[in-house]
Each structure stands twice: as C-alpha cells, then as structure tokens.
C-alpha cells in the first residue's frame, strides 16, 4: 500500500507494483538501446575511416634503389630469385623499373596494397627496421615502404 491515493486505502492494494514493473521494462529497454546506440556509433566511425583511408589502409608505396656493395658493410642480404619475382610483382615491377645498371644509381617507387606490403615483409622483411639488401642479377637493391 502506497498510502497516498485513495484507491489504496479503499481497497488494500498495492498500486506501487505495477509502477516497479514498468520501471524495470523501461530500464530493460533503455539499456538496450543504448547498446544499439553506441553499435550504431562504432559502425559509422569504421566506416568513415575505412571510407577516407581507403581499404587496404594508408596509400603505400614500394620504394626500391639500387645500392653499391660499399653499402653492404654489416648488412643481411636476400638473394632474389625468378622465382620470388614470379610470386611478388610488385617487387618484380621495382626491381624493373629500377634497372639492372649498377654503374647508375637509380631508384623506383611502386604503389602496393597493404596485403602486399604485409607479404613482402614476411617474406623478405622490406617493412622492418634494418631491412635487408636485396640481390638480384648481381645488382642491390635497399627497400623502404612510403606511407602517403
């Protein structure tokens, strides 16, 4: 019994329960939907950072120079393959456009997706701090990943 209205004091009930169980459907549902709400928010942010960055993440390039064996002192060396260059093209594609000329330094920028990127490091460890020499065809070759 609530004591205040008049319907409880006539008959004895408890007008007060019926308010307890909406109480809690309402905070049932209130909590609920600010799951929603706050699943709603991460969605559209994910969204628009996948939207604006693209994909695959930062746009990447694969930068590739030809290096003299004086820049070899103290550094791993990856000797190439035909093969490697089969299975990475756009390694293949640098190497390439680089040229096989190691009288001239030159140099070559391919553009790569993050899932390349993340092959190539795996493979040859272009992304890593002290990434190793590549050899191929008797030229060196020093790799760099630009971030755009």
């Known amino acids: 019994m609530c004591g205040i209205c008049p319907v409880c004091a006539e008959t004895g009930e408890n007008c007060m329960e019926p308010d ?3 109480l ?24 628009i950072v996948t939207l604006v960055t693209g994909v695959d993440g930062l746009p990447q390039e694969l930068d590739v120079r030809v290096v003299g064996e004086e820049d070899l002192q103290n550094a791993s060396v990856i000797h190439l393959t035909d093969r490697d260059l089969q299975q990475h093209p756009v390694l293949a594609t640098a ?18 997706t993050g899932a390349e990127c993340l092959v190539l490091t795996e493979s040859f460890g272009v992304y890593t701090r002290n990434a190793p020499i590549l050899e191929y065809d008797g030229v060196y070759y020093a790799t760099r990943v630009l971030l755009h």
Request: charged fraction near 15%; aromatic fraction near 8%; proline fraction near 2%.
């Open 95 to 112: 190497i390439r456009k680089a040229g096989s000329d190691s009288n001239v330094l030159k140099y070559a920028t391919v553009p790569m």
């Open 20 to 22: 307890k169980k909406r």
């Open 24 to 47: 809690i459907i309402i905070g049932i549902i209130a909590f609920i939907g600010i799951i929603v709400l706050v699943a709603a928010v991460v969605f559209g942010f994910t969204t």
